[in-house]
């Protein structure tokens, strides 16, 4: 089989899986590492990091994201640095949240970041069902314990590559692209397994509506 069929081969198992597992990076001016259980429902739970970590649980039109203290410390310090006025209502709104998950629509979260690996099929609309070409590119490296080689098709923004193992078998163990215009670099595995993700307990949950003083972007002025 050459490398553009079983890069064909990979891409087709890959939109046939119902749920998977994807570990890496979202790469931008925030860029987001990520491991997450996923499947094509709108389903997907796990964790993150930005400049602090933090646990996400997407399920359909609702969001919950639980701030590490690390990523609560970073968002005062950016506050006190860049928005003091606004520290002490901030600061209310931190307290308020402590050990909290904040919930959120999910249309209002973006397409972006961690949002994007959680909906990989949006995210991936760039990739191609199929290609016409295929080269080996990169070292040969080890992803969930196999040995895997890198197939790639295109060049630039619209490049794309499948991971493969290198001795049989073209279960994608791992895929890189281009979403809007930013580099995404993912492990793939753990197929077919079911996704175990449920809402927050009630008496753990804070309405981002609630504390919009947490919002320090929406707070900085124009330029």
């Not at 996400?56 to 690390?70: A, F, K, L, Q, Y």
């Not at 609560?72 to 002490?88: D, I, T, V």
Request: glycine share 10%; hydrophobic share 30%; net charge positive.
């Amino acid at each position: 089989m050459s490398d553009t069929q079983r890069m064909n081969e990979s891409l087709k198992l890959f939109k046939g899986y119902r749920t998977f597992r994807v570990k890496g990076e979202y790469r931008s001016e925030m860029s987001v590492r990520a491991d997450l259980r996923v499947d094509r429902r709108g389903r997907c739970v796990g964790t993150f990091r930005t400049t602090g970590s933090a646990e996400i649980i997407v399920i359909g039109s609702r969001t919950w994201i639980r701030e590490g203290e690390d990523l609560r410390q970073e968002n005062r310090a950016f506050a006190r640095n860049f928005l003091p006025e606004k520290l002490a209502a901030f600061d209310k709104a931190l307290a308020k949240t402590r050990g909290k998950y904040i919930e959120y629509r999910t249309r209002d979260m973006g397409d972006g970041g961690v949002m994007a690996l959680c909906h990989p099929d949006k995210a991936m609309e760039s990739v191609p069902e199929k290609v016409h070409g295929a080269k080996r590119t990169g070292n040969p490296r080890t992803q969930y314990g196999v040995r895997t080689v890198q197939l790639t098709h295109g060049s630039g923004t619209g490049e794309v590559s499948v991971h493969v193992a290198e001795k049989g078998g073209n279960e994608p163990r791992g895929i890189e692209f281009t979403a809007d215009g930013n580099p995404v670099i993912l492990e793939l595995g753990e197929y077919d397994k079911q996704v175990d993700v449920k809402p927050p307990s009630p008496s753990k949950v804070v309405h981002a509506k609630d504390v919009p003083d947490l919002d320090l972007i929406s707070a900085l002025p124009d330029d």
